[in-house]
């Protein structure tokens, strides 16, 4: 659909004649994408040249993933400019087009089909493979790759591609990025390729991406390890809440100057509150992780607020759940006294009743306290609904319309209404701001630090710098395992991100 | 003024309309956005019409077969409704049918008590569920799958063990078993008091009309009805809300099967014998029936009225055609076309006006 008329599967000799005046492959002009009223990017400029490695960091949620995805075509910019091999793209741009420009991209979520083998797989970015024996010029086209990136790799062609380990679709997805029939590679987007290999294939297609680049071929890398994008980049961009904040030569940054541009320097605050009891208060919660039975527990105390920091999936929402069931069933390495109610933080699929009303929502977790013999007094109910309608400020004129005229904030709201209103000790809180507006975020802190000072437990798991700032002790996840503890004004930006990455090499 | 007041008090404006509309919606919407309703409605204009258009369809003996033949499948709509709430389905309450019969027909042929050869019916039928449940609950099969298996394996079961006779020497109890099956209330003169206007109720229509009261109060007012329907509305969020999944999924289906094996045992009384093929195909009426009442395939949503009215809905268009005198052959595409009417009219309740649909079918044509 976003074709233009003649370019789908036209010749070479058709493509539109390119710019010899400019260098650039890539040039973004204030591209701005909002997701409702959240901004992921406001006004992002960037030109990449081609024949250059750029390296791409910043925290969860600084909008990287955003901008690689409106150069793969996969999601449409709210306004700006877009230039692909200086070509204005501007309007229309997919993912067909960027198919056709070069464009390739290896998303943190593998996009292979399970169910296709290798081949297959590699044919479907390749419509030329066609006609007699496709399979096996495109087994020949993969493998030949996987060979150049890989060398030494033992994947199969013919194998189903859901038969492979994590870290062999991931070789096959980058080979696949690379491979070119009559469709050229020009711009090849990694974001977190080596997440899931090992040191040597890491070392393997690093270096693969150095000799791509001199070659004249563009890559950006995304990678939360930075030794790897001061080791592979030639530049180095640095995003924050949206925008650029920093753009240097590689040699122009350090480790720590890295770590430094990322977070903000200066910002206000917030006084502490002076916390009693601290460590000794009674102790509810004991957990290891699973990946580190030995280590220190991860402990938290009556009234304590307890943050779970770090990278996105490094083990914290792992970490919740196992507490979670650690309070149902016996698990190994888990005590806790108390029960436990969990606010999600993946709304749709974790949270929310959608069939339901507000009320019925927020109550579903308390039924067992407003049973009069085996049936639920509607009174009981439609008084619990009404008194968090106001204690937390559901913004509705009636508890009892549906869950889903509520906007995505207030029915974050019911559902720690939900689990506030239960009798729960501990709550676990698994990123549960994600996409909801400052005020109500305001709202929600003021509400747990009553609920903790009147002696219940949270646990807080969170990507969000300042939300850290609400809590008394905060423990720092990497790979599944805890890595450092922080407490009172330990909790700095600054020493969970250091803590959030790899001791430097 | 400066636009934020505009805003600001647009916004209050708004509020305002909201709260009215909302509090008149709550009354008409609980009735005009059920499905069962609008069966309802067609329901009785459906009677209304055939009685003008065929007096011998509104007779009291002709009102007491139709809620006779219709019970037993409603009865299994209730069952079915439970399952379709979670979310699954349950292919196999025909099978089960047949064996819960077989079984009670061999103990019976065997001189055991009623009373015996019944409970050794029902606990087939509930063994049948608790297999369905435990596959489904806590091994974590999919019910299609597990159901589809069951329906096998309890048809080749009852083929069996009956030997494929039919089983009708029933020894000293057979008058008990054929009174339970046969029973009608009230009875008119000369037997009873009941004016000859009115029809003789069966056995089946009272224990479907206690079946129903008891699995609508239960649906309403009990907290495990309230855990069920949040197994179908978001099953993740149950688990995370600490409502236990596995245990209520298996309990629903070894209630499911607890109301075929009813179900069997008033048709094995009413015709004295047991056969076993009872049941066979009975699954389809059944899922037709409450999907019709409004239960969703998706989970989350059905009524104890909704199987009720399903049920009764398509047996009165069975009926109706034959006084009509339409060649029988015709039923099944009526009531096909009457499963995906209903269906059609659901979606409209539920969200997707009409309009929009038609709207989707005219640009579907358009391309």
């Not at chain 1, 009553?450 to 850290?468: I, S, V």
């Not at chain 2, 389809?284 to 989970?299: D, E, K, W």
Request: charged residues 15%; neutral net charge.
């Amino acid at each position: 659909m976003n074709i233009r008329p003649g370019a789908g599967h036209s010749a070479p000799g058709r493509f539109p004649v390119m710019q010899a005046t400019t260098s650039s492959l890539i040039s973004l002009g204030g591209v701005e994408k909002a997701f409702g009223a959240v901004r992921a990017l406001s006004g992002v400029s960037l030109d990449v040249a081609a024949g250059t490695c750029v390296g791409l960091v910043g925290h969860n949620g600084a909008g990287k993933s955003t901008l690689m995805n409106i150069l793969a075509g996969t999601l449409q910019p709210s306004a700006g400019r877009l230039g692909v091999a200086g070509e204005d793209v501007s309007a229309g741009y997919g993912v067909a087009t960027a198919n056709r420009l070069g464009v390739r991209c290896v998303f943190q979520e593998l996009s292979l089909c399970p169910n296709l083998s290798v081949a297959e797989n590699a044919r479907i970015l390749h419509p030329s493979l066609k006609g007699l024996g496709w399979r096996r010029r495109a087994a020949a086209l993969i493998g030949g790759k996987l060979d150049a990136i890989f060398p030494g790799h033992d994947i199969e062609p013919g194998q189903i591609v859901g038969d492979l380990s994590i870290a062999r679709r991931q070789m096959v997805e980058i080979a696949r990025a690379f491979s070119a029939t009559d469709r050229n590679v020009r711009l090849v987007i990694l974001d977190e390729p080596t997440s899931s290999l090992d040191g040597v294939l890491a070392a393997q297609l690093l270096s693969f991406v150095r000799g791509f680049v001199a070659e004249g071929g563009t890559v950006i890398l995304i990678s939360h390890l930075l030794a790897e994008i001061l080791n592979t980049s030639d530049r180095i961009v640095v995003m924050r809440d949206g925008g650029i904040v920093a753009d240097r030569p590689a040699s122009g940054f350090s480790r720590a100057s890295l770590v430094e541009s990322m977070g903000s320097v200066a910002r206000e605050m917030d006084a502490r509150h002076a916390r009693t009891g601290g460590g000794a208060a009674e102790r509810r919660v004991s957990a290891t992780a699973k990946r580190q039975p030995e280590a220190a527990p991860l402990i938290a105390g009556r009234g304590e607020i307890v943050g779970l920091a770090g990278l996105g999936g490094h083990g914290q929402t792992d970490m919740l759940v196992r507490i979670f069931e650690g309070a149902r069933m016996r698990t190994a390495g888990v005590t806790v006294e108390g029960r436990t109610a969990i606010v999600a933080g993946d709304r749709q699929t974790d949270g929310v009743f959608p069939l339901w009303s507000i009320g019925e929502n927020a109550t579903i977790a308390s039924l067992g306290r407003m049973l009069r013999g085996m049936l639920i007094d509607p009174d009981a109910e439609s008084r619990m609904a009404a008194e968090w309608k106001e204690r937390i400020g559901i913004r509705t004129p009636d508890m009892r319309n549906p869950i889903l005229s509520l906007s995505g904030g207030n029915q974050q709201k019911v559902l720690f209404a939900r689990a506030l209103g239960s009798d729960a000790d501990i709550i676990l809180m698994d990123d549960p701001m994600r996409g909801v507006d400052i005020g109500t975020k305001q709202e929600v802190y003021s509400i747990i630090r009553r609920e903790a000072d009147a002696g219940r437990t949270f646990l807080w798991y969170t990507t969000e710098m300042d939300e850290l700032k609400h809590c008394d002790r905060v423990y720092v996840f990497r790979n599944g395992g805890i890595v450092a503890e922080l407490s009172g004004d330990e909790i700095t930006e600054d020493r969970v991100l250091h803590s959030s990455f790899e001791p430097a090499a | 003024m400066p636009p934020s007041q505009t805003q600001s008090l647009g916004e209050d404006h708004a509020s305002i309309a909201d709260v009215v509309g909302i509090k008149e919606q709550t009354v008409l919407q609980s009735m005009l956005t059920s499905q069962a309703f609008w069966v309802s409605v067609a329901l009785l204009v459906l009677v209304v019409f055939m009685s003008w258009l065929q007096p011998s369809f509104g007779t009291a003996d002709n009102i007491t077969n139709i809620t006779r033949n219709f019970a037993p499948i409603a009865i299994m709509g209730l069952g079915m409704t439970v399952v379709l709430i979670t979310g699954g389905i349950d292919l196999s309450v025909g099978s089960v049918m047949g064996l819960v019969a077989i079984v009670a027909g061999l103990l019976l042929t065997w001189h055991q008590p009623w009373y015996v050869a019944f409970g050794a019916g029902l606990l087939a039928g509930l063994a049948c569920g608790a297999f369905n449940g435990f596959f489904v609950a806590y091994v974590g099969m999919p019910s299609f799958v597990v159901t589809l298996g069951m329906l096998s394996i309890a048809r080749s079961l009852a083929v069996v063990l009956s030997g494929n006779q039919m089983l009708y020497q029933f020894g000293p109890d057979a008058p008990i078993v054929k009174a339970i099956g046969q029973a009608k209330w009230p009875l008119r003169a000369p037997a009873g008091w009941a004016p000859h206007w009115m029809p003789e109720f069966s056995s089946h229509f009272w224990v479907m009309v206690v079946l129903a009261l008891a699995v609508g109060f239960v649906f309403i007012f009990t907290a495990w009805a309230r855990h069920l329907f949040a197994i179908g509305g978001n099953e993740n969020a149950a688990r995370m809300t600490g409502v236990p999944v596995d245990r209520i999924k298996f309990q629903a289906y070894v209630f499911c099967a607890f109301t075929a094996s009813i179900a069997s045992l008033l048709l094995l009384g009413y015709s004295g014998s047991a056969i076993n093929a009872m049941g066979t195909g009975y699954e389809l009426r059944v899922i037709a029936g409450t999907v019709i009442g409004g239960a969703s395939l998706m989970g989350g949503y059905g009524t104890a009225f909704g199987a009720v009215i399903g049920s009764a809905f398509l047996e009165v268009i069975r009926n109706a055609l034959l006084m009509a005198g339409i060649d029988s052959n015709w039923q099944g595409a009526f009531v096909g076309g009457f499963i995906i009417l209903a269906v059609l009219l659901g979606m409209q309740t539920s969200g997707r006006s009409l309009k929009a649909l038609l709207g989707g079918m005219f640009a579907l044509k358009g391309r």
